[in-house]
């Protein structure tokens, strides 16, 4: 099998994080086995169970030659992606999470679409299942396939009019030379896949139709919220306005547009870790996080509110911190993470 992979590469290396996800993870990876576009890799990267994920992973390797059972000591999706990043054989890379299911033309069309074009990165849409209500469509079903620049798929992605999520992105390999997840970080796509679109010299080829089902359930790691998740979420914003301010391909106008969303963003992410602050290292982290607000002042796009609260945070932290702590736990959450 070896020699053969040598002779014959796979047009594509499928990266699965495994984690506690022994009931859906059979259906996920048969959504990716049975895929039309068959010359594929799967690499299974278990880490860490306490279910019998793994045993569902070495049961399925048997069951077809392409899948690579991987087994980590970490419970990091991060981790995961990154040792499968360093096992994979393919040029091009996909990401999908052992809990989601893709249509079975996903591959092929991708492929298809940034190969035609010599992209370095292809990317769809994403739909939003549930067990219980209708789908939800986050983004527009044009099922246009258009090929974009590096700098007009960034400022796409950056305003979150295309997905950011690794998971609907096929990306060369050769991008992560200088890119990886980071590790022991939630929100990670948040914080690196814009980075992966900067290094695309080749530009980005979009497609406006969800190939990616993303099974929304109870416990998973985006939807319970918590301190830690939200100033994650909130540092993804901080490294992200930082870049804006700092990237010479945006115009002046679309400068304003992406520095304007992500403070927004910023702000209310923060004013909720406020709220969910309960340790010393809580507000320690608070500490380094506000410090954003000197970056953020001089661009002088924020008004009002805003505008106050930050001058607040930069010069009156702890009144502010007081202040805001004891105002915020009597109203809901604003615009929070994910």
């Known amino acids: 099998m070896e020699t053969l992979m040598k002779k014959n590469p796979p047009a594509v290396s499928v990266i699965v994080p495994v984690h506690n996800v022994a009931s859906y993870l059979e259906k996920t ?39 690579k059972v991987l087994k980590i000591g970490s419970p990091d999706v991060s981790a995961a992606r990154n040792v499968g990043i360093d096992n994979a054989g393919a040029d091009y890379l996909f990401f999908i999470d052992g809990d989601d299911t893709i249509d079975k033309d996903m591959f ?56 950011s999520s690794a998971c609907v992105m096929m990306c060369r390999k050769s991008l992560f ?14 914080a690196s896949t814009y980075l992966l679109v900067d290094k695309a010299k080749n530009g980005c080829v979009h497609i406006g139709k969800s190939y990616y089902h993303y099974w929304q359930r109870k416990g998973s790691i985006c939807h319970a919220l918590d301190f830690t998740k939200v100033c994650d979420f909130a540092s993804g914003n901080v490294e992200r306005i930082k870049f804006i301010g700092k990237y010479p391909g945006f115009s002046a106008d679309t400068r304003k547009k992406l520095l304007a969303y992500n403070v927004w963003l910023y702000m209310g992410n923060i004013l909720n870790a406020i709220k969910l602050a309960e340790t010393k290292e809580d507000f320690s982290r608070l500490r ?13 796009i924020v008004t009002g509110k805003d505008k106050n609260r930050l001058l607040r945070m930069k010069f009156c932290w702890g009144l502010f911190l007081r202040r805001y702590r004891k105002k915020l736990r009597s109203v809901p959450q604003e615009h929070q993470a994910g």
């Open 177 to 190: 030379d200088s890119v990886r997840f980071p590790e022991n970080r939630y929100f990670e796509d948040h």
């Open 108 to 163: 092929s069309s991708m492929y298809k679409a940034v190969t035609d074009k010599g992209a370095d990165i292809g990317i769809c849409n994403f739909v939003m299942e549930y067990p219980d209500r209708p789908a939800e469509y986050p983004y527009r079903e044009t099922g246009e396939t258009r090929y974009c620049s590096s700098s007009e798929m960034l400022a796409e992605l950056l305003a979150e009019e295309v997905c």
């Open 29 to 67: 990876v048969r959504s990716i086995m049975e895929q039309d576009l068959r010359n594929i890799e799967i690499i299974l990267v278990e880490n860490l169970s306490t279910d019998n994920s793994y045993e569902i992973c070495e049961r399925m390797a048997d069951e077809d030659q392409r899948i």
């Open 288 to 300: 380094t996080l506000k410090s954003a607000a000197s970056v953020i002042l001089p661009y002088r």
